[in-house]
């Protein structure tokens, strides 16, 4: 993954890793919700109650 080996990603923050996360998959076209309908935007009030999610 983004050319790191377990010796790198372990000695990052959590931080880091996804702000190089973020960098990595926008600069290989990532983009936000595609390919997928279990992304949160695409459930319903109804499918989020099921599973115990309110509040929103």
Do not use: H
């Not at 050319?3 to 973020?22: H, K, R």
């Not at 390919?35 to 989020?48: I, K, M, R």
């Amino acid at each position: 993954m983004m050319g790191w080996g377990p010796c790198q990603t372990g000695l990052c923050s959590l931080w880091e890793l996804a702000a190089s996360w973020d960098v990595y998959s926008r600069a290989n076209g990532f983009k936000p919700g595609s390919g997928s309908n279990t992304s949160a935007d695409s459930l319903t009030e109804a499918q989020l109650r099921a599973m115990g999610i309110e509040g929103f």
